[in-house]
């Protein structure tokens, strides 16, 4: 059984930073595109950031510059490091897996609550 569990979130004033993990267990995630999603109260879930099997990065616009996304193949982790952290910023955070070949084969984490707020 897949898993994908999130862990760093918390309280943060602005300007502050935070790292965010997420664990893969069940499977080998380097066969897998991951991605950071995230939700604010009352609007859709959009991405963050996404990184491919091969390394590739793609980050939002409102993101970029602050938020570093990175993978670790031996542990089979996925991390968010995030900088200069804003209100907007604030939302639950998820961490997504999606197979490179097999679109089917999709998994969510549980999600992480990043709250930035003075």
Known sequence: QVQLVESGGGLVQPGGSL?????????????????????APGKKRELAALIATDGGTNYADSVKGRFTISRDSAKNTMYLQMNDLKPEDT???????????FTAREYWGQGTQVTVSS
Do not use: D
């Open 19 to 39: 790292r965010l993990s997420c664990v893969v267990s069940g499977t080998s995630a380097s066969a897998y595109n991951l991605g950071w999603y995230r939700q």
């Open 91 to 101: 939302a639950v955070y998820y961490c997504n897996a999606l197979h490179r070949f």
